[in-house]
């Protein structure tokens, strides 16, 4: 059973910058994708980024591309999202999750709550 747990999550202004941060507790299986998810208050859960852990081959929401970046780390079984040029429509809970696909999600984090202020 894999655990996922998030970080780097909070507060910052319009145009500022977030490094959200996602720990798997076991090996992540080298087909899979690793993904990030966001969820508004009363919206359905959305799809942000994600990464294949094995050629890195990323893929990205139209509404982050060019603002945001995901990456790996092999070693420390980490992924990570840097958000840049943030703006107040990226305010949502962030979840990370990994699956055989994006359509076939098996695990997923609690959640780090991002907010950006006007």
């Known amino acids: 059973q894999v655990q996922l747990v998030e970080s780097g999550g909070g507060l910052v202004q319009a145009g500022g910058s977030l490094r959200l941060s996602c720990a798997a507790s076991a090996r992540t299986e080298n087909s899979y994708f690793m993904a990030w998810f966001h969820q508004a208050p009363g919206q359905e859960r959305e799809f942000v980024a994600a990464i294949s852990w094995s050629f890195g081959v990323t893929n990205y929401a139209h509404s982050v591309k060019g603002r945001f970046t995901i990456s790996r780390d092999n070693v420390k079984k980490t992924m990570y999202l840097q958000m840049n040029s943030l703006t107040p429509e990226d305010t949502a809970v962030y979840y990370c999750?990994?699956?055989?696909?994006?359509?076939?999600?098996?695990?997923w984090g609690q959640g780090t709550q991002v907010t950006v202020s006007s």
């Open positions: 999750a990994m699956g055989p696909s994006i359509a076939a999600i098996h695990h």
